[in-house]
């Protein structure tokens, strides 16, 4: 079987633009959660979805939006781009709330 | 908020040496513990769980670890290391702060970057 699956796996954008990262969770998989981690440090929770209603929501500004569609594939949204934006971003899919979560390889993200 | 502490930034073992990374936790009601390692540029893999029951919990590619609740930690180990297993090893809690009707959110630690050498 598939595993997370994300795209693209490599993106360069500037300051003040903004960005969309897509996830594909394991099949028959329906909570997704976003992270993001910089270089150096472990990941930071930013969202959860289960079935495609939001769970929670980590200490992240509103420039930070997500969804996830009736197949469970999920967007993460950045807007207005800052420097500090650039980080590995990851996704991550459960059965439930007490199984454990598979990451994806990550969206590598640089903000020139 | 529920938090865990990996004390050490490396640890160095010879292969075919037995090797721990450690980590300590804080929570508050019953703790679900999780060890996770991540290989260069690459997501993190799943190796094994605490959820309740024996208190040595086995996992993936020969990894185990000790739940221990009087010293609130949650060491990994291995009888005997391999140089493939250098790489960054995370230890993680599910945190339920900040959650609606139930949610599934990993606080992690700071990860502890293991070598192997021969």
């Known amino acids: 079987d598939a595993g997370v699956t994300q795209s693209p796996t490599h993106l360069i954008k500037t300051r003040g633009q903004h960005v969309t990262l897509r996830c594909s969770p394991i099949?028959?998989?329906?909570?997704v959660s976003w992270y993001q981690q910089v270089l150096g440090q472990g990941p930071q929770f930013i969202f959860q979805?289960?079935?495609?209603?939001?769970?929670g929501r980590g200490n992240f500004p509103d420039r930070f939006s997500a969804r996830q569609f009736p197949n469970y594939s999920s967007e993460l949204n950045v807007n207005a781009l800052l420097l500090g934006d650039s980080a590995l971003y990851l996704c991550?899919?459960?059965?439930?709330?007490?199984?454990?979560?598979?990451f994806g390889d990550g969206t590598r993200l640089s903000i020139l | 908020a529920q938090s865990v502490a990996q004390p050490e930034d490396q640890v160095n073992v010879a292969e075919g040496n037995p090797l721990t990374v450690k980590c300590t936790y804080s929570?508050?009601?019953?703790?679900?513990l999780f060890w996770y390692v991540q290989y260069p540029n690459r997501g993190l893999q799943f190796l094994l769980k605490?959820?309740?029951?024996?208190?040595l919990v086995k996992g993936s590619y020969g990894f185990e670890a000790e739940f221990n609740k009087s010293q609130t930690s949650f060491h990994l180990k291995k009888p005997s290391a391999l140089v493939s297993d250098s790489a960054l090893y995370f230890c993680?809690?599910?945190?339920?702060?900040?959650?609606?009707?139930?949610?599934?959110?990993?606080?992690f630690g700071t990860g502890t970057q293991l070598k192997v050498e021969l």
């Open positions: 991550a899919s459960s059965l439930g709330d007490y199984q454990p979560q598979h």
């Open positions: 099949s028959g998989h329906k909570s």
């Open positions: 979805y289960y079935e495609k209603e939001e769970r």
């Open positions: 929570v508050s009601g019953n703790p679900y």
């Open positions: 605490y959820i309740t029951g024996d208190n």
């Open positions: 993680a809690v599910r945190d339920m702060e900040g959650l609606t009707g139930g949610g599934n959110k990993l606080t």
